[in-house]
């Protein structure tokens, strides 16, 4: 008997009246609220407004789900049809059961539509959310832990997870304690999403780097974390099929890493070419759009007073130069000079810098 564990909740839903709060579904919801935020934070980082990756989210989030339970679904068909089983049960995602690997690779098409929608580069906003993705998986294994499931092998270990009887494998139903996979992943997710900030603060990866080193790591900690689990699965020579899922994702990841710094070295220097700009600059784009005040007098008396310009010229200096409330002595001066046909060209000139030079003093 042992002495520590860790224990299992003594349920994993609690009913507010009729509406059953599931802490399976809970966590789900906080890891993809956590994992939107760390890439809003990054994204914005890069340059890009930070609501973009929300607005993405909406998309690849439903995607994800879609994906993960597909996955689920298909990998572990005898769960759901064959004889004595409901194939209504399938669609039962709250009682748990999704797949990561569908998850990412439906919700990678969810992102590239919006993204496409947006005009924007689907490998950036990749490397500016892979981080969060690994942070909301972390939170999101602790629903196995509500539903006392994906759990190991039997231990004696002080931080063994005692799994109710109505819960444990049908071989070893004497035995309380398991490996707790779930906290093994939850800790790894987490070390893999402060591995890719740092190795990306430090390299400054692009064009979909970022994210392949995610995907890299994550899938060596899910290979030997797969080893220890005892839940029926698919075997091929021996591996658990998310094993060898694991090789291969793996190794996808590495040759991406390898290629695409030889065919697109560096990094983006625009993320977002839509993104508006920082509120310190917003005051001066909205001053070079907009005229100044009185603008349309001063460009008139300038013209005037320059009979040799061309008028757009004589209007640009004049937009430039005068100050806001000189349009009524630019007028003024104007009439004079206009009303005197014998004038040099010397006053004609002369005139409108005295008039400027009275309206600074004024």
Not at 296 to 319: F, I, Q, R, W, Y
Request: aromatic share 12%; net charge negative; hydrophobic share 45%.
């Amino acid at each position: 008997m042992n002495l520590a564990f860790i224990p299992s909740p003594a349920r994993g839903v609690i009913h507010l009246g009729p509406i059953p709060l599931r802490g399976y579904a809970f966590c789900i919801i906080i890891g993809v609220f956590v994992g939107v935020w760390v890439g809003g934070k990054r994204w914005a980082a890069r340059g890009g407004v930070k609501t973009t990756v929300a607005d993405i989210a909406v998309w690849a989030v439903p995607f994800g789900l879609v994906g993960g339970r597909l996955y689920h679904v298909i990998t572990s068909y005898e769960l759901y049809f064959g004889k004595g089983k409901d194939w209504v049960n399938a669609f039962k995602i709250w009682e748990g059961g999704l797949g990561i690997w569908g998850a990412i690779a439906l919700g990678a098409v969810g992102a590239w539509i919006a993204c496409r929608r947006r005009g924007i580069s689907l490998p950036a906003y990749a490397d500016a959310i892979a981080p969060g993705i690994a942070f909301a998986q972390a939170i999101g294994r602790w629903g196995n832990w509500f539903n006392q499931e994906l759990y190991g092998r039997p231990t004696t270990l002080p931080w063994g997870l005692k799994i109710d009887a109505a819960h444990r494998p049908v071989d070893t139903p004497q035995l309380a304690t398991y490996q707790p996979t779930f906290l093994y992943e939850s800790l790894w997710c987490v070390g893999v999403g402060f591995l890719v900030i740092w190795i990306d603060r430090k390299f400054k990866l692009g064009h979909g780097r970022a994210f392949a080193v995610y995907v890299a790591a994550y899938t060596v900690g899910r290979f030997w974390i797969e080893y220890l689990r005892v839940d029926d699965a698919h075997h091929i020579f021996g591996l658990r099929l998310n094993d060898w899922t694991s090789i291969v994702v793996f190794i996808g990841a590495i040759a991406y890493l390898v290629l695409s710094a030889k065919w697109r070295p560096g990094r983006e220097e625009v993320v977002e070419p839509l993104a508006a700009p920082v509120d310190g600059d917003s005051g001066e784009a909205e001053a070079a759009v907009e005229p100044a005040e009185g603008t349309e007098n001063a460009e008139d008396a300038e013209a005037a007073a320059s009979p040799g310009k061309e008028p757009e010229a004589a209007a640009s200096e004049a937009g430039d130069d005068a100050p806001a409330g000189t349009a009524p002595l630019a007028v003024s001066t104007a009439e004079e000079s206009s009303g005197t046909d014998d004038a040099p060209d010397a006053g004609l000139t002369a005139e409108p810098s005295e008039a400027a030079g009275t309206a600074q003093k004024s």
